[in-house]
């Protein structure tokens, strides 16, 4: 039999609302009262998983993710999420979000949903902040705005960068270039940083005409290789900040009858299921979306549960993954 | 703090009921007084609560989309559709269904939702039915059950399956394979029997020894093309039921070191993203899932603002896109 909030307040001799509000330290409910509670709780076994699972009850047990539904990686992240989610007992409302527009705030802070998972967060963005004046518990996953302290699950993207700095630059490539993505979201700018640091580190320079720079798409992509392609010198090898990117990147190879690793190396980011395309055979670094995801649903999980508990930040490791597109 | 109805009603000098019926546009609040409600819940930057106003208007707006996030066409339909809703002021749920697996069908009739999307519905499914029962208001995507009448926006299949078979029969192909899809859907079915169709009517006969079947996805296709390729006498040209099974299809001859149309022509279905990549340069049958999925959610609320109106089947044109991978 389960212990409930109820058993907790009989027990206790107060009322279901004062459990709830007691155990998650609520500043109306008296010390004597909070002690009576944990008391109580203590002696009921009643355990703080328990104790989450019993105030979700009382919410609308609704999860919002805020998305965008154009970016490659929201299926990957939204099939681990929704999925844990639903194990728990909650539904996953989506707010969709392109990378260029700020999501309806309005839905995230008028109490319908119990917390939200933000993977689209651009760095400063309010949306945090906003978050946490209305008390709404929130998770960033995959990119941090790094405006407030918050509950993290992001990748090791700067070691991403510089694995695949390392392993161009130990394949003899001298004149590399890069593709970079947007300045704003903190994932693209590890990837930078780590890729720009690798290559130092191996006395390789990288110059300004052999960077280009857009969103992390199929199409940016290929109009940046275009762009490289066109320079005087081409370059032997270029980076690619996703691998939507690389894909583009391919797919300008061959329109100029051009094909990677023969004619340029192209090493990719994330390590979709088109990466292991035997028409793309993408060099990449992989990172473990659906783990992070699953992380993060709990991590929010916990958070709702109890809002005081200490936040954390997961970094989880990328593995570089050779395959052909860079040469070997 | 939270700002309430109460503070606003302070503040614009009127009663909280009042506040509700002003800021729902309740006609029978003068436009003066909606006018200072709104001064005063702009100046104290109130957000009305989700939960009062569902309580309030009796209605959730709020739509379910079952949907099957492994299938590539999710995002191809979830943005047209949230965008359409959204529009309309109208949440999106989502309730992600694998092809293999029934949905919650709880979440759909215990009254949350005002209406439903469904995009996953398998050949004689129970969903419509009970969703009828119930008085649920949803529409049929892409598929139908076909089991009761009902609100249906469907691509010309068929006519999609005939252009491929008449294309290749055109091409010279004799010795043509497919690659079909589940027998439980509707648009697999009717991809088939088109491209049968157009195949008998060119004298060219699909023998069983060339017929393959999977799921909408590349490892299904690329292991359908595997078994192809080693028969005796290989085909000389393939129909694939979907563009990701195409792109399996031709990974499968990249691991043979073959490529399409070389050695083996390939033909898709969906006109995907991927299909327009030139590493795959695929040959294929154009749908209009954006248009479909606008036109889906307009039935829909047209349906829930009147049940009675007559039920609409919607086919969508489709288009042959020629591209490289059919051989010309």
New interface residues.
Partial sequence: VTVTSHDVARLAGVSQPTVSRALRADGQVSARTRARVHAAAEQLGYVPSERGRMLATRA?R?IAVVAN??NAL??QL??PL??TF?SHGW????L?QRDDESV?D??L????VDGAILTTTALGAKLPEQLRR??VPFVELNRTAGTVESDRVLAHNEAGGRAAAELLAAGGHRRIAAIFGPTETSSSQEREAGFRAGLRDNGVRLTPDRTRRGWFS?PDGRRAMHDLLSTKTRPTAVFCVSDMVA?GA???L??HGLSAPDDIAVVGFDDL??AG????SLTTVRVDFAAMAARAAELLIARIADPDTPYVHDRFPVELVRRRSHGG
């Fill in positions: 609308t609704q539904i154009d929201y299926p939204m099939a929704h999925a639903l539904r996953t409302v989506l969709a309806g309005e839905r802070i008028d109490g319908s209305r008390g199929e894909a391919m797919n300008a061959a329109e299921a088109i395309w035997p028409v793309l």
